[in-house]
């Protein structure tokens, strides 16, 4: 890939990556402000807008940071194994794209059909609201974190990439590695036990 290819794969990518950690954060506050008013019709328009935000910007967003992150994996130098921050980002990437669209086809879909409906003082509507922010949350510490990996870049190369480069000694992987998975481990297992214990997810038709 040319240096100017390279440029512009790069631009897309931190555009698309920023813009979908704004969006998130519009969402949050979005979800917030539903559950403090006291109007139908207001709150029926929030969720409107929540929708069509995840839907028509989220969404796409997402789809757009993680192709664009592969294909400056791939086709610079930095590979897609050779280095540590570069896996986990980009599982972290997937993990919240996939949990994304989980997220948006279900709770807050239905959000926005009980909304519409007038149900807005329901339990149904008042526990999906706590998924949103739940989910919104763990999803801007998600992302920042992979937002650090890509400034940071800790760990230095893969047992995959030392193989290009014989001199280095191979280690084990860096304690602060294994720290930073189980800590995205820990994230993970929250998400999964929201979605488990019947909250949100198990209420949709």
């Known amino acids: 890939m040319s240096p100017m290819n390279r440029k512009l794969l790069l631009s897309?990518?931190?555009?698309?990556?920023?813009?979908w950690i704004g969006a998130v954060f519009c969402f949050l506050v979005l979800t917030i402000a539903a559950g403090r008013s006291s109007s139908s019709?207001?709150?029926?328009?929030?969720?409107?807008?929540?929708?069509?935000?995840?839907?028509?910007?989220?969404?796409?967003?997402s789809l757009g940071a993680l192709v664009t992150g592969l294909f400056q994996a791939l086709f610079t130098p930095?590979?897609?194994?050779?280095?540590?921050?570069?896996?986990?980002?980009?599982?972290?990437?997937?993990?919240?794209?996939?949990a994304l669209l989980l997220h948006q086809f279900t709770a807050v879909s239905r959000a926005a059909e009980i909304a519409a409906l007038g149900e807005w003082q329901s339990v149904e509507l008042?526990?999906?609201?706590?998924?949103?922010?739940?989910?919104s949350g763990l999803a801007i510490?998600?992302?920042?974190?992979?937002?650090?990996?890509?400034?940071?870049?800790?760990?230095g190369l893969t047992k995959y990439g030392l193989k290009d480069r014989p001199e280095q000694e191979k280690s084990a992987s860096p304690l602060g590695l294994k720290i930073f998975v189980a800590a995205i481990g820990?994230?993970?297992?929250?998400?999964?036990?929201?979605?488990?214990?019947?909250r949100g997810l198990g209420h949709v038709h």
């Not at 820990?186 to 019947?198: A, D, M, R, S």
């Open 186 to 198: 820990l994230l993970v297992l929250v998400f999964v036990v929201l979605h488990l214990t019947g």
């Open 141 to 155: 510490l998600v992302l920042m974190a992979a937002l650090l990996l890509s400034i940071f870049k800790p760990w």
């Open 78 to 98: 930095w590979g897609l194994f050779r280095h540590y921050w570069v896996f986990i980002k980009f599982v972290l990437t997937v993990f919240a794209t996939l």
């Open 12 to 19: 897309c990518h931190i555009a698309t990556s920023v813009s």
């Open 126 to 135: 008042g526990q999906l609201r706590v998924q949103l922010i739940a989910d």
């Open 41 to 61: 019709e207001a709150v029926n328009g929030i969720y409107s807008a929540i929708n069509l935000i995840g839907l028509y910007v989220i969404v796409p967003l």
